[in-house]
């Protein structure tokens, strides 16, 4: 079956870096020529905000609040997504969550809203196990 296996996060203090990984396995690229991986992240409360994705295809996107601090990139050969991230804050301290589409982002996972663009969480129907990111000040 599908799986996303994440890793890295962790502690660091405002204006560090870290990076998080996400190993897509249990599809065939085949059976599913395009897919989109985006990143979430929860803090306080039950939405998840939607930060970048990625579509298989290579082309990024990425909400304001993150642009130009974080960079979402992929390795096709071995299946992961990668975010990394830079000049962190302390409002960026969250879970992160890495979650697959298997369409391309252009087909539901990403829109243009009144806030620039928008991940929709409902399009993604599988979630790593999450990850936490602590910032301190």
């Known amino acids: 079956q599908v799986e996303l296996v994440q890793s890295g996060g962790g502690s660091v203090q405002t204006g560090g870096s870290l990076r998080l990984s996400c190993k897509a396995s249990g599809y065939s690229k085949y059976s599913y020529p395009r897919q989109c991986i985006g990143w979430f992240r929860q803090s306080a409360g039950p939405k998840r905000e939607g930060v970048a994705a990625?579509?298989?295809?290579?082309?990024?996107t990425y909400v304001d609040s993150v642009k130009g601090r974080f960079t979402i990139s992929q390795d096709n050969a071995e299946n992961i997504v990668y975010l990394e991230m830079n000049n962190l804050k302390p409002d960026d301290s969250a879970s992160y969550y890495c979650a697959l589409d298997l369409r391309s982002c252009i087909s539901g996972a990403i829109t243009y809203c009144s806030t620039g663009f928008c991940l929709h969480e409902p399009e993604f129907d599988y979630w790593g196990q999450g990850t936490q990111v602590t910032v301190s000040s």
């Open positions: 990625i579509d298989s295809d290579g082309t990024t």
